[in-house]
């Protein structure tokens, strides 16, 4: 307590329970750690948690999908440093948002959507060839990873992920303060972040294993599987992208519920061009 007498409000259960404090850093990153224990343990297979990673993706990319035909701001894509698929500096205009509003309400208790979003969310689903470049390598073998486990999981993740986009884009009414554009973008950026780790995690970890191997313990990858099980060794693999999952929940979470985030949560915060000259307005505002 202060020497004042008045209550700590930075102490406290409240605290603790802060969405973007220390403790909850810690129970996301312990949270997406888990999996590696169980792939050891437990004897998971890394390839079903691979599946289940890619599915929420997926689930992701079409959530926000839906999610951006609510949208009601009109699109801006001058002076943009990242264009999600189908958009790029030298888009006309006229080609993105120069059709009359056009509200179409499907339901009573859901805002109306637009009709003239559907193309800025067809283009959009170009991230699917992103997400389908995972599976080129193993081809029809990913089929083997779509077990009972993996559906269950499936309905886990999906409907944590339009739970999310519910939350963050209609529970707050966030979509008359948001383009369609500006919707997808956050799913995009999601995943062009995970298709960099992925790259940079295969070519990283590869190379170094067998640099390891060649140098300093002929034989190590055999003497590992056979101690640990084969999938022990692919754990290199896991835990650069079970790392980003945790980047990527505790950025989304910190773009949406602080103001102004840093680090790595501006990427995830997308870029809205009111941004700075809302902010001067609210300078002047308070002069």
Known sequence: MPSDGSPDVQSGPSRLLDPTG?????????TNLLPLIGVVAFDWRVGELLAVYWIEVVALVLAHGVAAMFAERPIVLEDRSFYITGYDEDAERDEVWERDPDPIRLVPWLPPIYR?????????LGAFGFLLFPLLPVGWDALSYLTPTVGLATLGVCGAQVAEAYREFLGGRAYEERSPYMVVEAAQRVVFFYFVIGIVTAVAVTAGIFAIEAALAPGLLDRVADAFGVEAVLLPYLLPIALAKATVEWGRRRAVREDDPDGIATWFTGEDPRREWKKREESAGDD
């Open 22 to 30: 220390p403790a909850a850093l810690g129970i996301v990153v312990a």
């Open 116 to 124: 003239r979003n559907a193309r800025v969310v067809a283009r959009s």
